[in-house]
């Protein structure tokens, strides 16, 4: 990290309607990830607030992580979707995002964290890994979202890879 890096401001919070657009931007940004709507991100940001991040970096915004607590099962967090623009990778700001959500998830009651990670994505899996070893314990993966359930590469121009489910759990509280 250069010394202007560790000179930088940076503000993760919870996003706000005014922060929806952002998060389209961003995801669209990565050229990788699923696009969703912008309504999608404007909805995102007012109802699951309290489980989705945002950072900014000297006011501008860099990175966001949606999530959801199970409406089956409120002890899980399922991590929907992780961005960070591509100016700011690799110094840990995407690990800052997750440990600062899960921290204040977990102080809420949460204990076990599902995503899922497609094969190739060695930087996701590497974050999930971190997270696990942060917490002291192992992450579990299993097949899930495989290629044949997404509408066919005829349908949407490209083909689509095995989503795997990736389970990090127990997950420590703060301070416990
Ligand atoms: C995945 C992504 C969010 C990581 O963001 P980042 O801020 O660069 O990640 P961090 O710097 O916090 O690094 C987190 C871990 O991943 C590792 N990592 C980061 N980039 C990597 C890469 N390109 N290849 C392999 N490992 C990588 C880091 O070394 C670190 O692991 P460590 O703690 O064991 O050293 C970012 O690359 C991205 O937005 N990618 C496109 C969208 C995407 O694939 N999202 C995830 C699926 S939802």
Do not use: C
Not at 11 to 26: K, M, N, Q
Not at 32 to 37: G, H, I, Q, S
Not at 41 to 57: G, H, K, M, N, P
């Amino acid at each position: 990290m250069s010394d202007q890096q560790s000179n930088e401001l940076i503000i993760l919070r919870s996003p706000t309607v005014a922060d929806g657009a952002d998060l389209w931007r961003l995801a669209e940004g990565t050229g990788v990830l699923d696009t969703n709507t912008p309504y999608a991100y404007l909805l995102w940001a007012r109802d699951f607030a309290e489980t989705s991040v945002i950072a900014e970096v000297e006011g501008e915004p860099a990175g966001f992580i949606t999530g959801f607590r199970k409406p089956s099962d409120p002890s899980t967090l399922f991590i929907w979707q992780v961005a960070v623009d591509s100016r700011f990778r690799g110094r840990g700001l995407a690990k800052k995002m997750l440990f600062d959500l899960v921290d204040r998830v977990t102080a809420a009651g949460a204990s076990r964290l599902e995503t899922t990670i497609t094969m190739d994505n060695e930087a996701s899996q590497a974050l999930f890994a971190a997270l696990a070893r942060a917490h002291g314990t192992e992450m579990s993966r299993n097949p899930l979202f495989t290629a044949d359930l997404f509408p066919s590469s005829g349908e949407t121009g490209e083909e689509h890879a095995d989503e795997d489910l990736y389970t990090v759990e127990p997950l420590q509280a703060p301070g416990s």
